[in-house]
């Protein structure tokens, strides 16, 4: 199943323009000036990043067209003259990091309201084809196998599920596992003959970033062994 973010750094980047420019004329989907600001904000970053990159693409490979020269030699070159550092353009306002999950934020967003059609999502970019539905949260599941949890769930497209586990004390500010298979058993039970009580909840992860929003939390009650 496909998911709608452009993998492709160059692809993201026209991606972020698109929904930047087009977003002022959809704040009837719940969106202020200020959302409309930082994506064009992210754009303009994304923009320059990626320009970057290929500028300094293009200086490597003349670095090391020169440096094969300058070892080797040429009956052609006499003197050897290095090819110029690479220039960038002023760098955009600075952003935090994370463009990508505020983009799929802002998407989720819009596609939540009733009257984001599948024509404005397309004019947004972030319309997602029927075999690559877009799911917000993880549909974590838990059973019982053998006296252990297991937990199951769909990635849908997305290249992992960060799980958080909560054994009594709250949630860590870091995720118990990042699963990129489904089913999981966590063995990671109390003292025997101690009983507990573990609540779970999931995310979505793209490119190591935590996408949409956090799946219902489930509990399970444990039994050390």
């Known amino acids: 199943m496909a998911y709608f973010v452009e993998r492709n750094n160059g692809l993201f980047g026209l ?5 930047s420019e087009e977003l002022p004329n ?11 600001t930082a994506a064009e904000k992210d754009a303009d970053y994304m923009a ?3 320009k970057c990159a290929a500028i300094t693409a293009k200086y490597k490979l003349a670095w090391t067209a020169f440096l094969d020269l300058a070892r080797a030699g040429s009956a052609d070159v006499l003197v050897l003259t290095p090819p110029l550092a690479p220039i960038f353009d002023a760098m955009p306002t600075l952003v935090l990091p994370g463009i990508e999950k505020r983009f799929a934020q802002k998407a989720a967003k819009a596609k939540a309201n009733p009257n984001c059609s599948v024509d404005i999502q397309k ?16 549909d974590l599941k838990a059973i019982f196998q053998a006296g252990y949890p297991v937990l199951s769930f769909h990635k849908y497209g997305h290249s992992a599920v960060n799980i958080y586990r909560n054994t009594g004390s709250g949630y860590d500010s870091k ?4 699963l ?13 003959g101690v009983s507990g009580h573990y609540k779970y909840k999931g995310i979505f992860v793209v490119n190591d970033v935590e996408i949409g929003g956090f799946s219902p939390e489930i509990s399970v009650n444990v039994v050390g062994r």
Do not use: E
């Open 180 to 192: 990129t298979k489904s089913p999981f058993k966590d063995t990671d039970l109390p003292a025997t």
């Open 48 to 50: 320059w990043l990626v």
């Open 175 to 178: 995720p118990f596992k990042t």
């Open 123 to 138: 004019i947004l970019g972030i319309y997602t084809t029927p075999d690559g539905a877009v799911h917000i949260a993880p």
């Open 15 to 19: 991606q972020l323009t698109i929904f």
């Open 26 to 36: 959809y704040l009837s989907l719940g969106f202020i000036a200020a959302d409309v």
